[in-house]
């Protein structure tokens, strides 16, 4: 049996955070035991987690640094429950496992998400930490990147860690997957007429999604459309409301009809499967959870190059330059005119694509086969 304590910055729904609790969910529980310790508190996936009867850890780090206190009580979590090995997810948490790591001698894996190292947009003790995570990077047993734009802009930072691993995310094909009643019921709910198009966008309020971006070409799109279509813009995750006055005023300046603003939700696969185009807008990617999600469910998707975000989609979809609404908007016009059954064999390849490359049971396996490997090597 091998022990891995997985350390993250905390368990708020994101793509790392997601991609921890699919791990933990299907990893093989005769071989492996697994252990979360989040910096902060258990957020809204700390009780996911600890349904699948993984003991969750909350240092309740407040943001601002990483002290000599969260140290000492991580190492005591460390001490308690004896794990073979430590992940850990972000660069805070590879920051602080490191520390950790060095003074318990027990090996430690990075796990970096991110493909944008524009310190501009990062705080600047984020910044800090990112550039001293370099430095540190040979440490690890090994560092897992998720795409290859990751690997490429850690690299041009001075990663130089003594074995890259890449492995990409990996999606549940049962969860997500073609559902045509719940996309009535998600229809119902919104007031949305079956035969009406949805457009669908799922993501946190952040520079690096560009949101912006999607306003302005649902705008060029409904100017272009001349009512042939009535479209509706479905617009999902954290901090994206009804009271999020940027963007609320983006679409009454923009005079758009027929958005929706849903804010974060549980049940993402429903409303991807009422989705008849799902689009990405964002400025930056490392490898997205969202965009392989609307695959699964069958649904064409229409992204901008960022990350790994054309990798995923290939010839299923269509990928449009960062920043440039007009070549958004062309590409879900292009997608709205095709005949309906040309649309949905284009959603059906798309689905074909993920169990083909990304399916989880693949890709867990993965993690398994580095984890069984590193700690055997130091057993040895």
């Known amino acids: 049996m091998i022990k891995i304590l997985h350390l993250i910055t905390d368990l708020e729904t994101g793509g790392a955070e997601m991609m921890l609790l699919k791990l933990v969910q299907g990893m093989n529980k005769s071989q492996f035991q697994n252990v979360v310790v989040s910096m902060m508190d258990g957020g809204t996936l700390g009780p996911e987690l600890e349904k699948t009867g993984v003991p969750v850890y909350c240092l309740s780090m407040k943001r601002g640094g990483i002290s000599p206190v969260y140290v000492l009580r991580l190492l005591r979590i460390i001490r308690q429950e004896k794990p073979d090995i430590i992940q850990t997810w972000l660069y805070h948490a590879d920051l602080l496992g490191t520390i950790a790591a060095r003074i318990v001698k027990i090996p430690i894996i990075w796990n970096l998400r991110c493909a944008d190292m524009d310190f501009k947009k990062y705080s600047r003790l984020t910044s800090f930490v990112v550039r001293l995570c370099a430095r540190l990077s040979s440490y690890p047993q090994a560092v897992i990147v998720n795409s290859e734009a990751g690997k490429a802009v850690h690299s041009s930072i001075g990663y130089t860690p003594r074995r890259w691993e890449l492995i990409h995310n990996g999606f549940d094909l049962v969860r997500f997957s073609p559902d045509e009643a719940s996309g009535v019921r998600v229809k119902n709910e919104l007031g949305v007429a079956e035969d009406n198009l949805l457009i669908g966008i799922v993501a946190r309020d952040d520079p690096m999604k560009d949101l912006d971006n999607f306003i302005e070409a649902a705008d060029i799109l409904l100017s272009r459309l001349k009512d042939k279509y009535e479209v509706h813009f479905v617009m999902v995750g954290r901090g994206i409301s009804n009271s999020n006055a940027r963007l609320q ?89 095709m005949p309906v059954q040309e649309r949905l064999e284009l959603g059906k390849r798309a689905r074909e694509r993920i169990e083909r490359n990304f399916n989880l049971p693949v890709v867990i396996s993965r993690y398994e086969d580095l984890y069984m490997e590193i700690v055997n090597n130091v057993r040895n």
């Open 249 to 337: 005023r983006a679409i009454t300046e923009g005079n758009l009809p027929y958005f929706h603003l849903l804010g974060e939700r549980k049940d993402i696969p429903e409303l991807m499967s009422a989705f008849d185009i799902y689009c990405s807008s964002s400025v930056s990617e490392g490898f997205s959870n969202v965009i392989g999600e609307a695959m699964a469910c069958g649904v064409p998707c229409v992204v901008t190059d960022a990350g790994d975000s054309a990798l995923i989609v290939g010839d299923t979809g269509r990928v449009v330059p960062v920043k440039n609404p007009e070549a958004l908007a062309a590409a879900c016009l292009e997608l709205i005119n």
